[in-house]
C-alpha cells in the first residue's frame, strides 16, 4: 500500500506530470520500486535516426550503377512489423485509403529486404540487389519479404510489405496503424533501376512506453511512477503559435500512469505558467517544484513524500523537483507572470534540511530534474541529504543495461554527491532499505525498442491527429541541398541561410539574428513542409527593432561576434539590400524574443539609444494580417510558399516521377542564392531639410519711447519669413538609380517704412542618374552619374539704383562620379557640368567648369553633428561680365538634438563664399547666418 503527505499551499492546486512504474529484482527487508521518466517531450517527440543515409554514403562508392533518387515520403505506416505504402507516397493516399473500404491484397512475391533497429529496406522488385549486396559487405545481411498489391473500391493502390512470418493485417482501421516516415529511393536509371523503400523504426516511441511502462506497474501494484519534467508534448509544428495537438494524449497518459510525483520541466511550462495551471486545474495530478516562487495560485508545492508499506515495514520517500533557472531565459513568459526560480542548490537544501527535521524524517531523499549539466553539477558539488539525483537526459547511457550500487552508512549532514540515475527515458530503479537508511540501489534503464507492444489507445489518438494534419503538409517545400547528389543534406550553415533569409523576406528586415536553430542535417533529398515546420516549430515571436543608421555598424559589429544566425546587414561591408548604409535612415533589424532574452543581442541592442520623445516604440513584436504574433514558423513557411507561387507552380499533389529538379526547385535554388546580395528595386522619399519660421514683432511706433534703453520699446515693427526645404523622390535598382529633386530657400524681413529685405532666395529642381552596374572601388565605391538642374529665384534682385537684375534662370549638365554612402559619409560627388545662362537671352556662349557637393553626418552621443557644402568653378567664356563668378562655395554645419528620428532642435551655422569672374568683381566675398530651427529630415521608403 502507498501513502502520501505534501506540504501544499491552501491557495495552491495538486498536479503531477510524467510517471513510470519501477520493479526491483532482489528481495530485501524493506524494498521500493520505482519507475521514472524525463525529457520526454510528448508523443511527437519519438526518435527517427534513419541510419540509413549513413549507411548509403558508406556504400555508395561501391555502387555501379549509384544512386539516382531519394526522396522522404509520409504515405508510409506500420502495424507491428508489417508496413503499408500509398504507391504515389502521399499521406493524403495513405489516409483516405484506411478511412474507406477495407484494402484487398492480392498475392504477394518474395523481395529482398534488410532490417535493422532503426529501419526496414525493402526492394520493390523480385531478383538480386547490388545495393543489399553493398550493404551486405557492411555488415547489413538481406532477407526475404513478401510484397503484397493492393487496393479497395474507392481505388486506392497501395502496397503492404511483410516478413515472412508476419501475415496480412486484419484490422484496416486508421487507428490501428502508426504513420511513419519513409524514403523512396533508386539505384540505376531506366528498365535495369532498382526501386527501393525505406521504413523509419522509432525509437523511446510513446505509445511503446506507455505500455511497457503500465506493464511494470501491473507487475508490481506498489511501484511508484515519477517524472523528471518535460513529459508533455510541447509547441506544435502543425500550427502557428500553439501548443502540440498531442499535448492532450500526454495528460491521459499521465493519468494512466498514476504517478507519484511530477515536475514540470520546459514543455510544461512552454506557454507559461497561467497556462499550465490551467490545464492542470482540469486533472488531479501531484506536480511539484522546489525551487518555485509564484503568485498565489501558481504556487506549486515543495516537496513531496510518498510512505510504501513493504514487507519490512513502511519506507517514506522525499520527492523535491529541481527546475533550472534557465527556464526565465527559454520561456520570457514565467517572468512576466511573477515566477522566480531561485538558486537550485540553496533553495532545496533548505527544504532538504527541514525534512530530515522533521518527527518522522524520510528514509531517503530524491530530486528530480531536467536541468543542464552545469546545474546538476552544482548540485552533486554542494547538495546535502539527498540520496539519489534523476538527471542526465543525454541518452548517454543507452548501452547500460543495468547499474548496481551498495551505499556507505553516513549522516544526513554529510551525504554530498546524491548518486546520478540515468534517464534515457523509461527506466525502473530498485531500492533497498535496512531498518535505518538507503543501501542498495539498482538502476535498469528500458530501452523501448519497436517490436515491444503499442498502447491500442495512445496509437489510435496519435494516429488520429497526424492523419488530420499530415496530408496538408507533405508538399516539397525545400529542394535538395545538391540536385547531381541525393545523399546531400542541409548542414548548419546553408539550413541557417534557408531560415533567415525566408524571415528577411517575409518581415522586409534589413537584418536578421536569432539564436542557433536545429537542422535536419540527417534528411537526404527535397523537404516537405511537414519536414521543414519539425524543425522550426518554435514558439520564438519575431521582434522589430527600429536602428537608426549611425547606430547599426556598432550594433552589427558587437552581434556577429556572438554565435547567432544572421542574415542582411553585415559589419564591413556597410550594406543593405546592396545599398550602402545611411545614417540619417532607420533599418529594421528583425529578431526573437527568445533570442534577446537567450543571448547577448538583448544587452546590445538595449545599448541603442533610445527613440526620441515623438517616436513611435523603437521594438516592436511583429503581427500578422489577421493580427497574430509571427514566429518563425509562420515567417519561414509563407516566405518559402511564396516563392513556389510565383514560380506558378501547383505543388498540391506532388507526382513522384518528378521528385529531381522542378520549377519551384528552381524558384528556391534561385531565392537562396541571391537572397544574400539581393538589391531589389526601392521607391523612397528623401527628406534632407525642412523648417519654416514666421515672426511677427509688433512695436510700440512711438517716437516718445526713442530714449529708452529697451530694444522692445524702440524696435521698429517688423515681419520675418523664413522657409527652407530639400526634397527627392529616388527610384533604386541594381542597375540604376534615378532621383526628382526639388531645393528651396527663402527669408525675407519686412519693417515699417522701409522695403522688404531678402537675405535667402533660391529654387532648384533637378533630376539626376546613377549607374552603380558600373561602380568600381577605389577607396570608395564610385558610380557614374549625371545630372540636369534648373536653378532660379522667385523674385529677381535689384542693383543699387532700384533696377531689377534680370531674374536668375540657369539649366546645367553635370557628369562625374559619384561615392556610396560608407561611415559619416553620405553624399559626395564630383564632376564637369555645362551651363546654359536663360536670363541673357539667346547668343550668350554656354558655360563650363567643375562642381563637387559632400555631406556627412556624425553622431555625437545623443546629438547629430552634420555637414553640407556643395561648390561651383568656372571657366572663362568670350561672353564674362559683372553677373559672372569664378567659384562659389555653399557650406552648412548644424548640430541637433532628436525630438524624434525624423525631427531634431537645430543650431547652425551657413556660409557663402564667391569670387567674381571679371576685373570689376574679382574680389573674394563672403556672407554668414547663424541660427536655430526645428528641422525635419529622414528617408522613407514607398
Known sequence: MVRYTATVPSAMLAAALWIAPGHAQDAAPRDVHIVYTGALGGPDAGLYPMEIVRSLRAVEADLDPGLTRLRTVHGAAAQGPVLLIADDGLADTLVRALKGPPLRCAAGVAVPARRTDTESLVMDRPGSSALLDALGAEGLPAE???????????????????????????????????????????VGRGPDAQPFTVVARPIQESSRLLARALALKAADPDALYVDAGSFLAGVSSVRNDA???HRPTSWKMLERLAPSALVPGQTELVAGAVAFHEELAQHELPYLATNWTAPGALELPDHRIVTVD???GPARIAFVGVLDPALLTAVPRLRDEGVVIDDPVDAVQAVVDRLHALDEPPDAVIALTTARSEVQTELRRRLRGVELLVGDPTMATLRVAERDVRLRPLDARQEAAPLTLPMDGLATAALSFDEQRLTDVRAVPQLIRPELPVDPITTAAITSVRAATYPRLDVPLVPARDPADPLS?????????????????????????????????????????????????????????????????GVLDKAYATDLVRCGAAPGNAKVWGRSIEGGRTYRLVTTDLTLSATPLGEILDGVPAAGPLDP???????????????VRMAVLQALRAVREDAGEDRSRPDLDRMDVV???????????????????EWRVRLRGLAVAVDRFRGTDEPAFAEVP??????????????????????DARDLTWDLRYRQAYATVSTAGAEASETADDWRLSTSLEAPVAAFDAGLSWSPFAEVLYDSELTATEDDAGVANPQQRDLSLTVG????????????????????DLSQGAGRAPEWGGRAEVATATALGFAKWKVGTSGHVWASTPDDDASDLRFDLLGETSLGLPLARWLALQTYAKGYLLQGRVPENDVVGGAWTLGARLDASGIWGL
Not at 824 to 829: A, E, G, H
Open 144 to 186: 526475404a519479404w513478401i510484397s503484397h498489391p493492393c487496393t479497395n473500391d474507392d481505388g486506392y493502390a497501395m502496397h503492404v510489405l511483410r516478413p515472412p512470418a508476419s501475415d496480412l493485417p486484419t484490422d484496416w482501421g486508421l487507428g490501428s496503424w502508426e504513420l511513419r516516415r519513409a524514403l523512396v529511393g533508386v
Open 243 to 245: 501548443l502540440s495537438l
Open 310 to 312: 513493504t514487507a519490512g
Open 489 to 553: 543534406t542541409w548542414d548548419d550553415a546553408a539550413w541557417d541561410q534557408v531560415v533567415c533569409e525566408s524571415v528577411r523576406r517575409v518581415t522586409n528586415a534589413d537584418s536578421v539574428l536569432m539564436r542557433p536553430i536545429p537542422h535536419p542535417r540527417d534528411t537526404a533529398g527535397p523537404l516537405t513542409e511537414l519536414l521543414v515546420v519539425d524543425h522550426v516549430s518554435l514558439l520564438d515571436r519575431l521582434v522589430l527593432h527600429r536602428v537608426p543608421g549611425d547606430k547599426l555598424p
Open 617 to 631: 516604440a523603437g521594438v516592436e513584436v511583429l503581427r500578422g494580417p489577421k493580427g497574430n504574433e509571427w514566429t
Open 663 to 681: 520549377e519551384g526547385d528552381a524558384a528556391v535554388r534561385s531565392f537562396l542564392a541571391q537572397a544574400p546580395t539581393a538589391r531589389p528595386p
Open 710 to 731: 529697451e530694444t522692445l520699446a524702440t524696435s521698429e515693427s517688423s515681419l520675418t519669413l523664413t522657409g527652407e526645404a530639400d526634397l527627392a523622390l529616388e527610384h
Open 817 to 836: 562620379l559619384a561615392a556610396g554612402a560608407r561611415g559619416p559619409l553620405d553624399t559626395l560627388r564630383i564632376g564637369v557640368f555645362g551651363n546654359e
